[in-house]
Structure formats: C-alpha cells, structure tokens
C-alpha cells in the first residue's frame, strides 16, 4: 500500500494510509436524536503535516483500538470541514514492527546502506587486532547494527533525527582521521574505535515515541555515556586477553568525550587521543546544529533566527 501523505491530501480524496495520532479525543453529540452517543475526534499526522478527522459511527469502539502516540491505518475521505477534515469509516492499529517510521519522523539525508558501507571501510582501517576485534563484535550482530543504523543521536540538538547516530559516529571518526594525519602521535586505530562507539549508549538512551524522540526511563537515570560504557566493558569482557592498559584508555576516551564535567563527561580528556575524540565529537554537533539553523530558512537580510542552544542568530547570506 503506497504512503498518502498529508501534504498531498485533497478534498474528494479516498484515503487508505498510515498515520500518527497526536490527539485523540470522545465527544457527546449535541443532536437531541443522538442524546448519550459519542463521536471520535482525531488530529492525524506524519513526517509533511496534520489533517482533523472524525469518526461520526463506531467512535466509542474504535477509541479502545489505540492510544495517542499510536500509528493507525485508516480508511475514510477527506472532505471540506471549514478546511480539509477525514472522514473516518475504519481504523487498524499498525504493529510497531511494521511502523515505517521515516514516513513520521526525519531521516538523515544520507543513504543508510552508504553510511553501512562506509562504517565498513572505516572498521578496516582499525589495525590493532583486540580494538578490530572489539568492533566486530558490535557491529558483525546484525540486531545491534540494525539499531545502530537506525537511532537518533539526540532529541533535539544534533544529529536529531534517524540514522543520525551513524552519520554522527562517521563524521566524527572522519575528524579523528584528518586529526591523526597532523599529529602522527595520535593512535588511528584508538581513535577510530572510540569516535565509533563513543555515543553507541544512544540506543538505549533514546526511543521514537509517534513524530518524537524521547528519551527512555534507563536514558533518563543513567544517561548514554555510562550505558556505553558499560556496553564496551561487557563486550571486551567476552573477548577476552584484551590489553588492560588499552582497554583502560578507551574507557577514558568515551567517559571524558564530552570534555567538560558541567557537559555531562564524568571525566575530562586527559590524554592526547581522548581530547582529540572530545573535539571531534563537538564539531560534528555544532557543524550539524549550524546546518539545522540554516535549514529554517533566513529573513531578508540573510540572517536566521536566534538560536538558543547556540546563543546566536547566523549570517547565512552573501555580505556585499
């Protein structure tokens, strides 16, 4: 069944397609011929906008159907309510695995299978054989992948959208390797890992929740840094002979990535390759929050408008 989309939605048209309920809400007809029945008033949506729709017949029945937040299947017409409005005749709640959920939220504009194929070339260029090791033990599960491939790497302020973890994790490991090539002292392979699994507790930090992400109750308490960490712990654990001086490094790099301890790092970088990760990692997010900006759209004078987390408006025309 081929997506109708909200944006393209005409009055007259049928409608048979998936959509996000953001409100959901029983009403008591005002017709004295209809005293104690209910109606069902919906607000639907996906990725391009929100129609109003109704459901005149069976509305106490198909409320118990699914919940705000739930994506449902409908079926109805879309008529002319002081703008358009859907008609609901029928609805069946879409099962979670077979939500596709870039038709409700937004998706990074690179191809995943060429964000998977570059991960891959990036996995072989790690030479030291217990950190290759250690990446193939994530990245050869194919559940872990698909997840990894799938996430945001935030809620609202970088990389927010899915398969942002991906594109994140690359452009900071491609950063880690222009870095490297200025200071040979760097460690390629070390840094390569890290910039890769630095933020890979976003996947249990953060779930879709309807056109949201929201953070999880295990996100909320414990936060991805530490849940990453504990991931790569458990993982070198299974490996087994895995250097303890490395591993020890490598823990010091995801802990101390964020830099600053008032960031949320429960320690600052204090080693060559862990300071290069930490500012890696805050110019793929502040490069990626400019380009957001810049995506709304600017005034006439070519400037955007504030930005709070940025704490600044940006100049995106051409000064004559």
């Not at 109606?39 to 106490?60: C, K, M, N």
């Not at 504009?109 to 570059?118: H, P, Y």
């Not at 890979?200 to 953070?215: N, R, V």
């Not at 414990?222 to 993982?235: D, N």
Request: charged share 25%; hydrophobic share 40%.
């Amino acid at each position: 069944m081929e997506k109708q989309f909200v944006a393209k939605l005409q009055i007259g048209d049928t409608v048979h397609s998936e959509f996000v309920v953001t409100e959901k809400t029983l009403l008591a007809f005002s017709q004295p011929n209809r005293a104690g029945e209910q109606y069902l008033r919906l607000q639907l949506a996906d990725i391009t906008g929100s129609i109003r729709a109704v459901a005149w017949e069976r509305g106490p029945e198909m409320a118990e159907l699914f919940s705000t937040g739930d994506v449902i299947r409908v079926r109805g017409d879309v008529v002319n309510y002081n703008g358009p409005q859907l008609t609901v005749y029928d609805i069946e709640r879409v099962a979670e695995h077979e939500i596709k959920k870039h038709y409700f939220i937004k998706t990074s504009k690179r191809s995943i299978e060429e964000m998977l194929e570059e991960l891959q070339w990036t996995c072989n260029q790690v030479t030291e054989p217990h950190l290759r090791r250690l990446l193939e033990a994530f990245f050869k599960d194919k559940e872990f992948l698909a997840s990894y491939a799938g996430a945001p790497a935030a809620r609202s302020v970088h990389h927010n959208y899915l398969g942002g973890l991906l594109e994140h994790s690359l452009e900071v490991a491609a950063l880690c390797r222009h870095f490297a090539g200025f200071y040979p002292d760097l460690d390629l392979s070390l840094l390569l890992c890290g910039a890769l699994l630095h933020d890979i507790g976003k996947i249990e930090e953060y779930e879709i929740k309807g056109l949201a992400i929201e953070q999880t109750t295990r996100g909320k308490l414990i936060g991805h840094i530490m849940i990453g960490q504990v991931m790569v712990a458990e993982k070198v654990k299974s490996i087994g002979s895995f250097p303890e001086n490395l591993y020890i490094e490598l823990a010091h790099m995801l802990l101390s990535h964020h830099g600053q301890k008032e960031w949320g790092s429960p320690e600052i970088p204090r080693t060559f390759n862990a300071y290069a990760l930490f500012h890696a990692d805050l110019v793929s997010a502040r490069l990626n929050q400019f380009a957001q900006a810049a995506e709304k759209g600017v005034n006439a004078e070519g400037w955007t408008q504030w930005n709070t987390l940025l704490g600044r408006d940006i100049f995106i025309g051409t000064a004559e």
